[in-house]
């Protein structure tokens, strides 16, 4: 508004949207969440604009926003026998599909390929098309519920999808893999095969040292008991010695 003074003066309001959900900021226009936890998809908000004076003047527009759920819990992933690129430029359509059959507002979180990263995104006949499913008061549905209804309507989606894809389509659900065992439970196992390894190691080391004093022991004794049978034993220099009369012979 070019207007100056309490003319030139703008203030904001919502008019209509989820009034619960969003605000927003009446002397910027900045429009901001309250709360959209466990929520996602398109919000549609009308942001009026009136100056200040005599004669208020306004101006209304409609501002779409977008809260992505991609962390959400509730994600379903659809994989459909088509590349990539092409799911890609029919997403629109596809979210049409699943919105008519599953009778709830889909949001489309991700279309993801494994051949992505190599980006060879035109080789691959397998997509997945991450979706989540929201009511009409924009809450999450539980994705066992969606699975469910994807099941149900399995048939009706692929006929729908065909004509989109002007191709036979399979839709499949992505079922969840075994959580792989994480790099702390493996470094715990390492170290415990390491520890007990050394263990083992350290009690066949004890083992086989006691084993060797034990037998240098034994040689002594015989040696000790070689010497008294025989008591003109020779001495180290190999001439004939006696052993001394013991104290008690002497009394």
């Known amino acids: 508004d070019p207007d100056s003074g309490d003319n030139g003066l703008l203030l ?27 929520k996602a998809g398109t919000f549609n908000l009308e942001v009026q604009a009136a100056d200040q004076g005599t004669r208020s003047l306004t101006a209304q527009t409609t501002v779409s926003v977008t809260v992505d759920s991609s962390s959400s819990s509730n994600i ?3 994989v459909l026998n ?13 979210q049409r599909v699943l919105e008519d059959k599953l009778g709830w507002n889909v949001y489309v979180v991700n279309i993801y390929s ?15 098309v991450w979706i989540i499913a929201f009511d009409e008061a924009h809450q999450e549905v539980p994705a066992e519920d969606v699975k469910r209804k994807l099941q149900e309507q399995r048939a009706d989606i692929e006929l729908e999808l065909e004509k989109v894809f002007s191709t036979s ?9 075994v ?7 493996v470094a715990t196992i ?19 040292d006691l084993k ?3 037998k240098q022991d034994l040689v002594k004794k015989v040696e000790i008991m070689e010497g008294i049978d025989n008591p003109w034993a020779g001495d180290k220099n190999g001439s004939l010695k006696s052993l001394e009369k013991a104290d008690y012979m002497n009394n």
């Open 76 to 78: 379903v992933k659809l």
């Open 12 to 38: 904001y309001s919502l008019v209509r949207g989820q009034s619960d959900e969003f605000d927003i900021n009446e002397h910027t226009g900045q429009i901001f969440t309250i709360s959209v936890a466990g």
């Open 190 to 208: 390492v170290l415990g095969v390491l520890l007990a390894a050394t263990s083992i190691a350290f009690l066949a080391y004890v083992l086989l």
């Open 114 to 128: 494994t051949e992505f990263e190599r980006k060879a995104r035109s080789s691959t006949d397998e997509t997945q």
């Open 82 to 94: 088509q590349k990539i690129n092409v799911v890609e430029r029919n997403s629109a359509e596809v």
């Open 169 to 177: 389509v399979s839709a499949a659900i992505e079922e969840a893999p």
């Open 212 to 214: 060797r004093k034990r």
């Open 179 to 185: 959580s792989p065992v994480s790099p702390e439970l």
